[in-house]
Nanobody
Framework: VQLQASGGGLVQTGGSLRLSCAVSGFTLDRYTIGWFRQAPGKEREGVGCISSSDGDTYYEEAVEGRFTISGDNAENTVYLQMKSLKPEDSAVYFC????????????????WGQGTQVTVSS
């Protein structure tokens, strides 16, 4: 059972990146997948999540309107499309999975993947 985030890199302010979270060992359709990030010296914070069963999404205020989470259950992959990136979006981004419906209350305890670094230059 594994989650692997990828797609990070260096981008200029205002640019875009798409992160992928590839899931193996279980099927997405029964889980909620969330994205989190952690910048140096800061606590890990939520970005948003998606309920794979019905496609419901939730976004933290800091990214709402700029980031979009989508899922491809056939490919067992969840995406985080990031637009209008800002330097404060720079962080290691992680994906995680657990049961339960997606919302501000959801926090995964079960499965966490390795992160991918996103750096936004000013």
């Amino acid at each position: 059972v594994q989650l692997q985030a990828s797609g990070g890199g260096l981008v200029q302010t205002g640019g875009s990146l798409r992160l992928s979270c590839a899931v193996s060992g279980f099927t997405l359709d029964r889980y909620t997948i969330g994205w989190f990030r952690q910048a140096p010296g800061k606590e890990r914070e939520g970005v948003g999540c998606i309920s794979s069963s019905d496609g419901d999404t939730y976004y933290e205020e800091a990214v709402e309107g700029r980031f979009t989470i989508s899922g491809d259950n056939a490919e067992n992959t969840v995406y985080l499309q990031m637009k209008s990136l800002k330097p404060e979006d720079s962080a290691v981004y992680f994906c995680a999975a657990d049961i339960g419906s997606c919302g501000y209350w959801w926090y995964p305890l079960k499965l966490w993947g390795q992160g991918t670094q996103v750096t936004v230059s000013s």
